[in-house]
């Protein structure tokens, strides 16, 4: 007995299944990338890879932010606090490793503030400001980014 002959128990299945068809796939081509071009995604990265890419990524971003490219400079370290936060999900609150990715949240979320306080985003800059005085409490160019933009 196949399922071809009785069914799965799911009649739009069933009927699709009692007169089989071929099927014709059309693929487009949308980018040819040489073996040293490719730049693998967060997700498919190890630990110890997306710790790396953090890394680039503040680098990157510095260097836009030097240049006042601060779109570009926001867009790096956004990506860099995003791989961050998904490497804190893996650990326990409060444990040394979070702590320590926690840590390395600061400068980002510090840099970040500043590309938003730059475009004029002061909602951003005052919530990313906060977010660093909870890691960080007294931290002065939070307190300072934060107090600018809310006397604005």
Known sequence: MTAHQHGIGHDDLNRLMSNPADLEFTIELVKVEE????????????????VDRVHELKELGN??????????ASKMYAEAIGILERLMIKEKPQSEEWNDLNKMKIPLLSNYSQCMMAKGDFYAVIEHCTSVLKIEPGR??????YSMDYCR
């Open 140 to 145: 002065s160019d939070s307190l300072r980014g």
């Open 35 to 50: 073996p040293n071009e490719y730049q693998k995604e967060s997700w498919q990265m190890n630990e110890l890879e997306q």
């Open 63 to 72: 260097a836009e932010y030097k240049s006042s490219n601060h779109e570009a």
